[in-house]
Each structure stands twice: as C-alpha cells, then as structure tokens.
C-alpha cells in the first residue's frame, strides 16, 4: 500500500537522510512512501503539480504536523491534507506532544496554558483538540513520529511490525517471486533501465501485469536479501532465470 509523507521535513537540511530513514521505516510497517522530493522538481508550479500527483497516486497521507514557523502546522501541509481528504484518500498525523491547541498556542506564546486569547488578542480555538478543528475532526491525530503513526495504522502495539503480506508458502515461488520483485525494486533506484519493467517481469513469468502489480503489494513492506555484489546485470538474469523456474511450478 501506497503512502505520501507530507510535512516540513523537505526543508531539513539534511532531507535525504532524513528520506532514507523514512523510508525505511515506512517499508517495515507495509508501506511503500511516496515523499515530496521524489519527483524532482525545482519550479514552483511544476513542484505543486507533482506534489497532487503523488498524492493522487496513494491511499494514506501520512503527515507531520508539529509547529511550524509558528504555533500551527506547515500550511502546505495543511493543503495536502485538505486535497487528500477530498479525493477520499485516509489522512493521520503526528505531533510530538498530544495537547490542546489552546495549550500548545500559550505555550509557545509564553503564557498561561488556559488563556483564551493569544498575544494579538484573538480568540484561540478551544475544543480540546489536539489541533484545529478542520484538522483534527477528520484525521486521525498520534503522539510521537512517524513510526508511532503507522504502528497506530497497522494496529501494532510492540516495537517490531510484521507486514501484513500474503506470501507463498513454496519456498521455490517465493525465491522466484523475490528475484522478480528485486528487479522492480532495482529499476525505480535507476540501478536498472526499464521503461516498462512490470511487463517486462509478467512476460518472463507469464503473467498478467496485474499479478505483478500484487506481488509489488504483497511485497511492498518486506527486506529482501542483500547482496552487496549484486550488479544490474547480475539482478537482470537472476529475474529471467527465476521467471523459468516459476513457469516450471505451475
């Protein structure tokens, strides 16, 4: 299952590790992420645009929402979380404190928690939520980061998720398939050149495209082998051989 990172975590100054860690921990719990910096681009209209197709692309938006510049949330966040809803899409997030908005604004302000006016004398939004309503009625508020959020998602309460995957039980399909997931995994790092790499994997394997799609589900959360000498061409013909082996099985 497919999810978008939204937050202001694309401004860090050390936002690639940052996306690699995120990453990471996304694929342990099932989820294959899709983050802002993945499309590449750098010119306002064109990165607004490629941000909504991302969005479009995945079931769950998963958001940081801690202060930003401010008392509230990075407001392009804020919009994402808006588009997503629209589209029907499921919208949660995070805060590292679960107070109130009326607390979490006079604290930052300075003052005390139960004041109902910030410093410019406006009136603050007390329903004891977490943050503003627009936000907090709709989408499903957790204490922590973004690995306490998709233990929420998954239901999990230890510290070790299990993807919920639906893998062969025959040790000899699940090589086969795992080479061919490999491969797919290869061509979107561009350590292979595939235009068309799912149909390439259902044609070695016989398949309907839509069967590789599934395994790339079943698939999305789960470590594969490492291989550190694995070269592109090496990855390649371990896929065609496998796709043989697994028309064999059948």
Known sequence: MKIYLAGPDVFRSDVLGWADSAREICRRYGYEPLIPID???TEPA????????????????????????GAEPDSGTCFEMGYALALDKKICGYV???????ARVNRIEGATLDRPNDNNGMAIENFGLPLNLML???????EGGLEDCLKRLRGVSGEVAVPRANLPENPVVRNCIEAAIRYLRWVVDGKISDANAVATVADHYRVREGTV????DAWSGIFLTVHA???PDDVTRQMKIS?????STK
């Open 136 to 142: 907090a009625a709709p989408a499903m508020i957790v």
């Open 213 to 216: 799609l599934e395994w790339l």
């Open 46 to 69: 064109r990165i607004f645009q490629a941000n909504l197709d991302l969005i479009r692309r995945v079931q769950i938006v998963v958001a940081n929402l801690n202060p930003f510049r």
């Open 243 to 247: 796709g043989r082996q697994f028309r």
């Open 96 to 102: 590292e404190r679960l107070e109130t908005l009326q």
């Open 229 to 231: 000498d694995y070269r």
């Open 39 to 41: 499309h590449g681009e």
